[in-house]
């Protein structure tokens, strides 16, 4: 009867391992499947920035960011497809505004690479006493009807002797400056008086256009055997045009 009592109460005690062996193991493989869970990736944000990984260990959630580097962002933008260019051509128009530009007259060449002006000073470097400053008024005339006029002022320079500084009382009493003869008469003689300097000077520039140079007499010595009985007159002529080149 003891013996009896002694092994049931053995059975008893070696279902009651058993029973605990089995408890025991059962919560040691729930533990098992727990903490072996896989990491567990949940987030991707922009490549630019990095990629965040969330992890499940253990019941203890890590976030680890790991920062791309320089290289890695290069080849990402290599991988980039890449968008057409678009190139946009502004249309240039040209305008021009003839307000906007400035232009400054030029006088034009007229004689001897002088422009009118240019040659006026000159020929007032040669006159003097009453003709002096009559410059741009012999030579407008005279360029107008086509009559040389270094020729015009040698001629009037010949017969007044107005580049010595005194003019002839032809010129002072009759402002004739070329020796012209007609009416109406200075002093009741054969040369011919006019009104004033001017007109004697324009009406001396008419007479050598109508009488000479109208007839294809254009030089001094052309015009010699009409103009004056001396032979030397041409000759003096040209001196005259000689000096007015040079100064």
Known sequence: ??????????????????????????????????TEKAYQKVAMKDMADGIVVETVKN??????TEEINEENIEESKNTVEPTEEVVVEDEIKEITTYEDVSTIPV????????????????????????????????????LELGVDPYLATA??????????????TLVTSCNNVGGQKGGPSCGNGSYKVFPTLDEGIIGFIDNLYNNYVAYGLTTAETMNSKYAASTTWAAQVNNYIAMIRSN
């Open 155 to 168: 001629i009037m320079l010949h017969e007044t002797g107005c580049n010595s500084g005194k003019c002839s």
């Open 1 to 34: 009867m003891k013996k009896t009592k002694m092994i049931s109460a053995s059975l008893g005690f070696l279902g009651v391992l058993m029973i605990a062996a089995a408890i025991i193991l059962q919560y040691h493989a729930f533990q098992i499947n727990d």
């Open 59 to 64: 019941d203890e959630i890590t976030t680890k």
């Open 107 to 142: 006088d034009p060449i007229v004689y001897d690479g002088l422009t009118l002006n240019q040659l006026a000073e000159k020929l007032n470097r040669s006159l003097k006493a009453e003709v002096s400053g009559k410059g741009y008024l012999i030579a407008s005339h005279a």
